[in-house]
């Protein structure tokens, strides 16, 4: 799995490119957590080039939200993800909790 942010005017962009399973999930938690800790609390994670998450992966995504929404800083939106990817969040309940966006300009631009 590789893992590249930008950081843009009002947010942070995170590509994520391979598989998000048990094996590289820690790494994204490390990952998302350094940019939180630098006070990045506005997160865009471009999810086009993810083929499959597992129930680690998800839990990262969402201890991510929780830290950003702390307080009202910010959130962290999800774009381009693929079917099976919102098959895999819908299954465990965890869409109302993001923002989804068809791509990464609509998600950038929602902050």
Known sequence: ME??????????????NGRIDSETAPHLQKALNALIDEGNYKLVLDLSKVDFISSAGLWVLVNAQ?????FNR????????????????????????????????KAVGSF
């Not at 893992?3 to 994520?16: G, M, P």
């Not at 959130?75 to 068809?102: C, M, N, T």
């Open 3 to 16: 893992i590249l942010s930008t950081a843009l005017k009002r947010c942070v962009l995170i590509n994520i």
């Open 66 to 70: 929780k830290k950003c929404k702390r």
């Open 74 to 105: 910010g959130e962290v939106v999800l774009a381009s993800i693929s079917q099976r990817i919102h098959d895999a969040l819908d299954l465990a309940g965890f869409i109302p909790y993001f923002k989804v966006f068809e791509d990464t300009a």
